[in-house]
C-alpha cells in the first residue's frame, strides 16, 4: 500500500511525457506489460537475486517487454525501465499503472465506479447506475460489477476510498449499533 | 431495576422505526499496521484531524496524523481484535464525550462509559473533546474566592473561581490530597467538580471515590478515570474530557471545579503515542508540541461574563457568570523543578502551591512551602475576613524562616528574634491541618485571629494543635452567633474583631486543651 507514495512520481513523470508527445496509448501498454512482467513469480526471483547486476536485469526486462508488445521500445520507454531498476522499484509498477489510468481519466473526465452487487446485475440496472452516477459526478461513467453474496441486497459502489454502501449489510449493521448504543 | 418486556419492545418498535439510513458517500479506509494502539490506515483522502475513526467490532480511533497517502490514529480501548486489511470508515464527527447534570455522582472513563456497573449514563447532550477556549471578550476577571478549607492554601495562596493553581511536589507529598480536601470542600456551595486521574493505579482511584463518597462530595463530583492500564491514547484524551464534561457547567453559569492528577502521567502518554506515531522527539523526547498539549487544556479554565453565558444558553440563563476553576497536579522528580513539563505548566498557570518532602516529613501537613507557593491571581478573590487575618501569617512565616537557623541559639538572641521565632513556631504548628477536615471560613479566621492577636504567645508550641482543636469545638459550641455571622459572607470589622478576642479570651481562661 505504502508503494502509492514511491510509486506517485515515476506516474506524475510518465503522464507529463505522454501529453507532451501524445503517446498515451504506448505508455499504458507498456505498463500493463510491465506489470504482467513484475506479476510473474519467476520474475520476481531473478529481479530480487543479487547475482544479477541491474543493467543485466534492466535489458532483460526491456526485451522481454520488447516481444510481449511486439514492437522496439522508444529512447524514453527504455530509459524508464533503466531508472526503475537503477532505483530497485521494479515492483511499483502495478501501482504506477493504476495512478497512470486514474490520472488519464480525470484528464478525460471519465470516472471508473467499482460496482459490487448481491447477485449479477441485469443490462438495464447496470445502465440505471451508470446513468445515476453520471447525473451525481457530471462525468464519463464506466463501471465495473463483481458479486459478492454476503451483501444479501443492495450495491456498493466504490470509486477509491469513497464508498457509497447501500447494501442490506451495512443498513443491518448500523442497526445494530444504534440499538447497541441506546 | 425490574426490566418491563412491553416498554423494551416498544423501545425497540420505536428505535426501529426511527432509524435512519443516510446514503451517502463514506470515506474509507484500510489498516496497513497496528503497533501498541496506533495503526496507520491507507485511504481516508478526507479525514479530518481528530476525526472520530470507526473501526470493525465497535471499536472507535481517532486521526492524529495525516501524511501523504496514510493516516496516523489512536484507537480507544481494546485493539487486539485489529488486524491488517480491516477496513475503517470515516464517521465525520469530531471526537465527542457525553456531558450533562446525570454524569454527576458517576466515575466514568474517558469516552464518557460507566465503569462502576451502575447502568448506562443517558446524558443529555455531547461535546466536543477539544473546543477553543473562550475569548478576551467573553471573559470577567477573578473575583470570587473557591475555598478548599485548607488554612494554609485560603489564608497564604488563595485560589480563585476561574484561576489555574498548579499543586507541584514529589511522590507522597500529599498533592491528591489538597486536591481532594479542596473538592470535599465544595459538597453544599452549588460548585461542581470533576476529578481526572491520569494513568493511576485502579486502587487509588476507588480510595479517592470511596473518601469522596464517605464525605458526601460524590453526588456533585465526576470522576474520569483513565487508570495506568488503559491505553496511552485514553490517558492523553482524559484531561480534555474532563474538561468538556466541566465547561458545561461553567457555559451554563455555574461554578466548576477540575483536578487533573496528574499532567505529568498525561504528558508521558503524549511521549508515547507520539513516539509511536513517528513524530520527531524532542527534549527529554517530549515531541514539539508539549507545551501547547497543556496550554490548550488549561486555557480552558476561565471564567466567563453573564453576557457569554446568556448567549451559550439561548438565553435561558440571565446575569450569572460561569467559572471553571483548574487544580493541575504535577509530579516532580527529587523536587526538580526545572524539568521540562514541571517549567511549561508552572508558566501557563496563575500560581503554584509547592509541596516538599522534607516538610511532610518533619510533621508539617500538608507539606506546603510558603516561600515558594504563590497564587498570581487569588488576591482580589480573597474572602475579606481571611484576606485581613492572613496576611500576618505570611509576614510572621517569612520573618520565622529567616531566622530559623537561630532557635538553636534562643538563650543568645534579643527578645525581639526570640519573640519572632516563637511566633513563626506557633504559625508554623497552626497551619497543620488533618486531611478531609475541611474548615469553614469563620474556623479560619477565628485560628488566623488567634495567632495575629498573639492568644497564641502564651500557650506551648507543642500544644497549638490541640488548643487550636479545643478553641474551634468551643466556637460551634458556645459562640455559634459569632460563626454564623462571619460565614455569611466573610465579613470582618472592628466589632467582628472584638468578639473574636473576647471569645477567645473566654475560652483560655475557662477551658482547658
Given at each position: 500500500?505504502?508503494l502509492?507514495?514511491?510509486?506517485?512520481?515515476?506516474?506524475?513523470?510518465?503522464?507529463?511525457?505522454?501529453?507532451?508527445?501524445?503517446?498515451?496509448?504506448?505508455?499504458?501498454?507498456?505498463?500493463?506489460?510491465?506489470?504482467?512482467?513484475?506479476?510473474?513469480?519467476?520474475?520476481?526471483?531473478?529481479l530480487?537475486?543479487?547475482?544479477?547486476?541491474?543493467?543485466?536485469?534492466?535489458?532483460?526486462?526491456?526485451?522481454?517487454?520488447?516481444?510481449?508488445?511486439?514492437?522496439?521500445?522508444?529512447?524514453?520507454?527504455?530509459?524508464?525501465?533503466?531508472?526503475?531498476?537503477?532505483?530497485d522499484?521494479?515492483?511499483?509498477?502495478?501501482?504506477?499503472?493504476?495512478?497512470?489510468?486514474?490520472?488519464?481519466?480525470?484528464?478525460?473526465?471519465?470516472?471508473?465506479?467499482?460496482?459490487?452487487?448481491?447477485?449479477?446485475?441485469?443490462?438495464?440496472?447496470?445502465k440505471?447506475?451508470?446513468?445515476?452516477?453520471?447525473?451525481?459526478?457530471?462525468?464519463?461513467?464506466?463501471?465495473?460489477t463483481?458479486?459478492?453474496?454476503?451483501?444479501?441486497?443492495?450495491?456498493?459502489i466504490?470509486?477509491?476510498?469513497?464508498?457509497?454502501?447501500?447494501s442490506?449489510?451495512?443498513?443491518?449493521?448500523?442497526?445494530?449499533?444504534?440499538?447497541?448504543?441506546? | 431495576m425490574?426490566?418491563?418486556?412491553?416498554?423494551?419492545?416498544?423501545?425497540?418498535?420505536?428505535?426501529?422505526e426511527?432509524?435512519?439510513?443516510?446514503?451517502?458517500?463514506?470515506?474509507?479506509?484500510?489498516?496497513?499496521s497496528?503497533?501498541?494502539?496506533?495503526?496507520?490506515?491507507?485511504?481516508?483522502?478526507?479525514?479530518?484531524?481528530?476525526?472520530?475513526?470507526?473501526?470493525?467490532?465497535?471499536?472507535?480511533?481517532?486521526?492524529?496524523?495525516?501524511?501523504?497517502?496514510?493516516?496516523?490514529?489512536?484507537?480507544?480501548?481494546?485493539?487486539?481484535?485489529?488486524?491488517?486489511?480491516?477496513?475503517?470508515?470515516?464517521?465525520?464527527?469530531?471526537?465527542?464525550?457525553?456531558?450533562?447534570?446525570?454524569?454527576?455522582?458517576?466515575?466514568?472513563?474517558?469516552?464518557?462509559?460507566?465503569?462502576?456497573?451502575?447502568?448506562?449514563?443517558?446524558?443529555?447532550?455531547s461535546?466536543?473533546?477539544?473546543?477553543?477556549?473562550?475569548?478576551?471578550?467573553?471573559?470577567?476577571?477573578?473575583?470570587?474566592?473557591?475555598?478548599?478549607?485548607i488554612?494554609?492554601?485560603?489564608?497564604?495562596?488563595?485560589?480563585?473561581?476561574?484561576?489555574?493553581?498548579l499543586?507541584?511536589?514529589?511522590?507522597?507529598?500529599?498533592?491528591?490530597?489538597?486536591?481532594?480536601?479542596?473538592?470535599?470542600?465544595?459538597?453544599?456551595?452549588?460548585?461542581?467538580?470533576?476529578?481526572?486521574?491520569?494513568?493511576?493505579?485502579?486502587?487509588?482511584?476507588?480510595?479517592?471515590?470511596?473518601?469522596?463518597?464517605?464525605?458526601?462530595?460524590?453526588?456533585?463530583?465526576?470522576?474520569?478515570?483513565?487508570?495506568?492500564?488503559?491505553?496511552?491514547?485514553l490517558?492523553?484524551?482524559?484531561?480534555?474530557?474532563?474538561?468538556?464534561?466541566?465547561?458545561?457547567?461553567?457555559?451554563?453559569?455555574?461554578?466548576?471545579?477540575?483536578?487533573?492528577?496528574?499532567?505529568t502521567?498525561?504528558?508521558?502518554?503524549?511521549?508515547?503515542?507520539?513516539?509511536?506515531?513517528?513524530?520527531?522527539?524532542?527534549?527529554?523526547?517530549?515531541?514539539?508540541?508539549?507545551?501547547y498539549?497543556?496550554?490548550?487544556?488549561?486555557?480552558?479554565?476561565?471564567?466567563?461574563?453573564?453576557?457569554?453565558?446568556?448567549?451559550?444558553?439561548?438565553?435561558?440563563?440571565?446575569?450569572?457568570?460561569?467559572?471553571?476553576?483548574?487544580?493541575?497536579?504535577?509530579?516532580?522528580?527529587?523536587?526538580?523543578?526545572?524539568a521540562?513539563?514541571?517549567?511549561?505548566?508552572?508558566?501557563?498557570?496563575?500560581?503554584?502551591?509547592?509541596?516538599?518532602?522534607?516538610?511532610?516529613?518533619?510533621?508539617?501537613?500538608?507539606?506546603?512551602?510558603?516561600?515558594?507557593?504563590?497564587?498570581?491571581?487569588?488576591?482580589?478573590?480573597?474572602?475579606?475576613?481571611?484576606?485581613?487575618?492572613?496576611?500576618?501569617i505570611?509576614?510572621?512565616?517569612?520573618?520565622?524562616?529567616?531566622?530559623?537557623?537561630?532557635?538553636?541559639?534562643?538563650s543568645?538572641?534579643?527578645?525581639?528574634?526570640?519573640?519572632?521565632?516563637?511566633?513563626?513556631?506557633?504559625?508554623?504548628?497552626?497551619?497543620?491541618?488533618?486531611?478531609?477536615?475541611?474548615?469553614?471560613?469563620?474556623?479560619?479566621?477565628?485560628?488566623?485571629?488567634?495567632?495575629?492577636?498573639?492568644?497564641?504567645?502564651?500557650?506551648?508550641?507543642?500544644?497549638?494543635?490541640?488548643?487550636?482543636?479545643?478553641?474551634?469545638?468551643?466556637?460551634?459550641?458556645?459562640?455559634?452567633?459569632?460563626?454564623a455571622?462571619?460565614?455569611?459572607?466573610?465579613?470582618?470589622?472592628?466589632d467582628?474583631?472584638?468578639?473574636?478576642q473576647?471569645?477567645?479570651?473566654?475560652?483560655?481562661?475557662?477551658?482547658?486543651?
Amino acid at each position: 500500500m505504502e508503494l502509492v507514495t514511491i510509486a506517485k512520481p515515476y506516474a506524475n513523470a510518465i503522464i507529463e511525457i505522454a501529453m507532451q508527445n501524445n503517446t498515451h496509448e504506448e505508455w499504458r501498454d507498456v505498463l500493463m506489460a510491465g506489470t504482467q512482467v513484475v506479476n510473474d513469480e519467476s520474475m520476481q526471483s531473478f529481479l530480487a537475486s543479487p547475482g544479477e547486476t541491474k543493467t543485466n536485469k534492466a535489458i532483460a526486462i526491456s526485451s522481454l517487454l520488447g516481444k510481449i508488445l511486439d514492437r522496439n521500445l522508444s529512447a524514453e520507454e527504455k530509459s524508464f525501465v533503466d531508472i526503475l531498476l537503477e532505483n530497485d522499484r521494479a515492483l511499483v509498477l502495478p501501482s504506477i499503472l493504476s495512478l497512470f489510468e486514474k490520472s488519464i481519466n480525470t484528464l478525460s473526465d471519465s470516472k471508473v465506479f467499482q460496482v459490487i452487487s448481491a447477485y449479477k446485475l441485469s443490462d438495464k440496472e447496470k445502465k440505471q447506475i451508470v446513468s445515476d452516477l453520471a447525473d451525481k459526478y457530471t462525468a464519463n461513467v464506466s463501471i465495473e460489477t463483481f458479486v459478492d453474496e454476503s451483501l444479501v441486497g443492495g450495491v456498493v459502489i466504490k470509486d477509491g476510498d469513497k464508498v457509497i454502501d447501500l447494501s442490506i449489510k451495512a443498513r443491518v449493521s448500523e442497526l445494530n449499533l444504534q440499538l447497541s448504543i441506546n | 431495576m425490574q426490566l418491563n418486556a412491553s416498554e423494551i419492545s416498544d423501545l425497540i418498535k420505536k428505535q426501529i422505526e426511527g432509524f435512519d439510513f443516510a446514503a451517502e458517500a463514506r470515506t474509507e479506509g484500510t489498516v496497513i499496521s497496528v503497533s501498541d494502539g496506533i495503526v496507520r490506515i491507507h485511504g481516508l483522502a478526507d479525514v479530518q484531524f481528530g476525526e472520530m475513526l470507526e473501526f470493525p467490532g465497535n471499536t472507535f480511533g481517532m486521526a492524529l496524523n495525516l501524511e501523504q497517502d496514510s493516516v496516523g490514529a489512536v484507537i480507544l480501548g481494546d485493539y487486539l481484535h485489529i488486524s491488517e486489511g480491516d477496513i475503517v470508515k470515516c464517521t465525520n464527527r469530531l471526537m465527542e464525550v457525553p456531558v450533562g447534570e446525570e454524569m454527576l455522582g458517576r466515575v466514568v472513563n474517558p469516552l464518557g462509559k460507566d465503569l462502576e456497573g451502575k447502568g448506562e449514563i443517558t446524558a443529555s447532550s455531547s461535546r466536543p473533546l477539544e473546543v477553543v477556549a473562550p475569548g478576551v471578550i467573553d471573559r470577567q476577571s477573578v473575583d470570587q474566592p473557591i475555598q478548599t478549607g485548607i488554612k494554609a492554601i485560603d489564608s497564604m495562596v488563595p485560589i480563585g473561581r476561574g484561576q489555574r493553581e498548579l499543586i507541584i511536589g514529589d511522590r507522597q507529598t500529599g498533592k491528591t490530597a489538597v486536591a481532594v480536601d479542596a473538592i470535599i470542600n465544595q459538597k453544599n456551595t452549588g460548585v461542581k467538580c470533576v476529578y481526572v486521574a491520569i494513568g493511576q493505579k485502579a486502587s487509588s482511584v476507588a480510595a479517592v471515590v470511596r473518601k469522596l463518597e464517605e464525605h458526601g462530595a460524590m453526588q456533585n463530583t465526576i470522576v474520569v478515570s483513565a487508570s495506568a492500564s488503559d491505553s496511552a491514547a485514553l490517558q492523553y484524551i482524559a484531561p480534555y474530557a474532563g474538561c468538556a464534561m466541566a465547561e458545561y457547567f461553567r457555559d451554563r453559569g455555574e461554578d466548576a471545579l477540575i483536578v487533573y492528577d496528574d499532567l505529568t502521567k498525561q504528558a508521558w502518554a503524549y511521549r508515547q503515542v507520539s513516539l509511536l506515531l513517528k513524530r520527531p522527539p524532542g527534549r527529554e523526547a517530549y515531541p514539539g508540541d508539549v507545551f501547547y498539549l497543556h496550554s490548550r487544556l488549561l486555557e480552558r479554565a476561565s471564567r466567563i461574563n453573564a453576557d457569554y453565558v446568556e448567549q451559550l444558553t439561548n438565553g435561558e440563563v440571565k446575569g450569572q457568570t460561569g467559572s471553571l476553576t483548574a487544580l493541575p497536579i504535577i509530579e516532580t522528580q527529587g523536587g526538580d523543578v526545572s524539568a521540562f513539563v514541571p517549567t511549561n505548566v508552572i508558566s501557563i498557570t496563575d500560581g503554584q502551591i509547592f509541596l516538599e518532602t522534607d516538610l511532610f516529613n518533619a510533621g508539617i501537613r500538608p507539606a506546603i512551602n510558603a516561600g515558594l507557593s504563590v497564587s498570581r491571581v487569588g488576591g482580589a478573590a480573597q474572602t475579606k475576613a481571611i484576606k485581613k487575618l492572613g496576611g500576618g501569617i505570611r509576614l510572621d512565616l517569612a520573618q520565622y524562616r529567616e531566622l530559623a537557623a537561630f532557635a538553636q541559639f534562643a538563650s543568645d538572641l534579643d527578645a525581639e528574634t526570640k519573640a519572632q521565632i516563637d511566633r513563626g513556631q506557633r504559625v508554623t504548628e497552626l497551619m497543620k491541618q488533618n486531611q478531609y477536615a475541611p474548615l469553614s471560613i469563620a474556623e479560619m479566621a477565628t485560628s488566623l485571629f488567634a495567632a495575629n492577636s498573639g492568644s497564641l504567645d502564651d500557650v506551648d508550641a507543642n500544644q497549638v494543635v490541640s488548643f487550636e482543636a479545643a478553641l474551634i469545638t468551643y466556637m460551634n459550641a458556645n459562640q455559634s452567633d459569632l460563626i454564623a455571622k462571619i460565614d455569611e459572607n466573610g465579613d470582618y470589622n472592628d466589632d467582628i474583631a472584638a468578639e473574636l478576642q473576647a471569645a477567645i479570651d473566654d475560652f483560655k481562661s475557662n477551658h482547658t486543651w
